[in-house]
């Protein structure tokens, strides 16, 4: 039987539960060098134990003179001053001889020989002199309690005096990976296991933020060895973080643990995603069950966990940087769940941005690598519409942001060589790309959601890619259709082709399993195109319905027997190492909007596409004809 979620509760609420409950949580205090206690943070005021400097000084290269004897001196009238008994050569830094008040800069000072100096302006007292404790008094405050100590704090603190400070300790947070299906990275994962990186995730923004951290050996699903793992790293440590086990199912066993050991504040939140987070106080520590979904156990990380660690060392978490964006499309979401959607961000105009969602899913983890920002959809809106507003937290910065360029359409390969090209060649920018298709491209091209699409959209009726579905998009505007290359397209098929597949006709037979890509991509009508040609009707293909979003996806399920064959280009093919049937020749073109041809990262963009350079490096990928590369034609439609 299934159990239920405790007593799941708005994000204010569990954040709330969780700051009065451990309000007072400090790690314990240390004293370390203040050499090394750059971002700690101080339990105790800080005085300073010396006056800095504790003499008078020189503050500038010259010579240390009376005051009163340079009286009336002037270019007219200048005055002689005997080198030792009426002034002394000093540079910065220098003390101040007792019988002198007053230093002039080196640059208004005529040595006239070996036992003179000539000036010609007169001096107040305490010219150019530093005072006594000019930079700090002994016994004034330089820090106070509960303060993060900088660079500049420490260089204050040791010219102080200041040689040691009591700072509070980092804390130690154990971290327990469990489950029977993961293995460590440096493993080649079998069937049916997983790769375990959830820990070196969450450590690795858990350091970020001050701690220290232990991660034990992976401990399989079996609740004794879970609880006795937890007990101990209790015993041990500042905070405890379990990963996975968090949910209501069958093998979940992190609640029942908890239960038994303390006392739970919550179990589930009203996120998505992050819903099946677990917080509980297991003998006056904080003790979290993160969900094993990735970007689950990241986002809790980061609105809960993150607000503790910062806490424990007596410091209030930094807000996240925010933003507003407008969306240009409908947005479902689910009301009653505060969502946090991963998004591409572009800069309309100033300080204006368009959000583009990216792929939902709690283990999809590239597309937080490609994400801009995660945009927060509020619990009471059953979504967003075309023109909503809503805030974004950046996990980039605004100004990089503001420099990329969006390319959402049909995947390709070499747009991963020209995007890690742009990134080698230092340009200001980088090529985010969203690969939904090419029909999808066009449409967010329109819709004004990205600066270019990337498409190769057969014509059936006439042999043509692209221009005719143009038309039918862009009516009445002018567009830039740019060539990027010619690429092969046919079959993928498990190495050796052990079901004897020789053309299109085969994927008919009643043992063939074909994987197709998602409506609207450009290899799709291929296909279709190809099955019209040979007379097949899509009810004979067993899998037309089942889809994939990438080439790659295609030829890594083909490769792993999930499929006999798959439509898509040769370059993948040769990645993923299986076999290739070609079958056609197509054109696959960028899409841009005539009102950008001045942009100058788009110059860029194809200026580096017609390098003959460039051109080679894609051939090379395999199944690619750059003939055309970089060829420009103009749109009136």
Known sequence: MVKKYLNKISLTDALKKLKDRFKDFRTESEKIKTVDAEGRVTVNAVMAKRSAPDFYAAAMDGIAVEAQKTAGASERAPIQLEIGSEAQAVDTGDPIPEQFNAVIKIEEVNQTDENH?????????????????????????????????????????????????????KPLITIIPTGDELVNASENPKIGELVEFNSQMVKAALKKWGAEIRVTEIIADQKELIEKAVVESVKASDMVIVLSGSSAGRGDYTIDILKKQGKILFHGVNIMPGKPLIAAEVKGIPVFGLPGYPLSAWLDNHLFIRELVYLMQAESAPNFKQIE???????????????????????????????????RGSSAMESILKADGIMRIS?????????????????????????????????????????????????????????????????????????????????????????????????????????????????????????????????????????????GA??????????????????????????????????????????????????????MDVDFLPLAEEKYDLIIKAENIDDPRINKLIKLISENKIKSKIENLGGYNCQETGNIKKLQL
């Open 117 to 169: 100096y000539t000036i010609e302006k007169a001096v107040p007292p305490w010219n150019h002199i530093r005072s006594i404790g000019e930079s700090t008094v002994k016994g004034n405050l330089l820090v106070t309690a509960s303060h993060k100590l900088s660079d500049y704090d420490l260089a204050a603190l040791l010219e102080a005096g200041v040689t040691e400070i009591e700072v509070y300790q």
């Open 325 to 359: 964006a407008e969306v240009k499309r409908k947005v479902s979401s689910e009301i009653g769940l505060e969502e946090f959607l991963r998004v591409n961000l572009i800069n309309q105009a100033e300080n204006k941005f368009t959000a583009v969602p990216l792929k």
């Open 379 to 519: 619990e009471n809106k059953e979504g967003l519409h075309p023109g909503d507003r809503a805030p974004v937290i950046l996990l980039k910065e605004k100004n990089r942001i503001k420099n990329d360029l969006l390319l959402i359409g049909s995947h390709d390969l070499s747009l991963d060589l020209i995007r890690n090209e742009i990134r080698k060649r230092n340009y200001n920018f980088d090529l985010k790309l969203q690969t939904v298709g090419s029909m999808a491209g066009l449409t967010a091209l329109r819709r004004g959601e990205s600066h270019l699409a990337g498409a190769h959209l057969l014509d059936p009726e006439n042999g043509e890619y692209n221009v005719s579905y143009l038309r039918k998009f862009f009516k009445g505007q002018k567009l830039l259709v740019v060539n990027l290359v010619y690429r092969e397209q046919g079959l993928y098929l498990k190495k050796g082709n052990p079901k004897n597949i020789a053309n299109i006709d085969d994927l008919t037979q009643n043992n063939i399993n074909y994987i197709n890509r998602q409506r």
């Open 522 to 575: 450009g290899t799709r009508v291929l296909f279709d195109f190809l099955l019209s040609q040979n007379e097949i009707e899509t009810n004979q293909i067993s899998g037309y319905e089942k889809e994939e979003y990438t080439h790659i996806a295609a030829a890594a399920a083909v490769g792993r027997g999930s499929a006999d064959a798959a439509l898509g280009i040769r370059a993948a093919a040769e990645v």
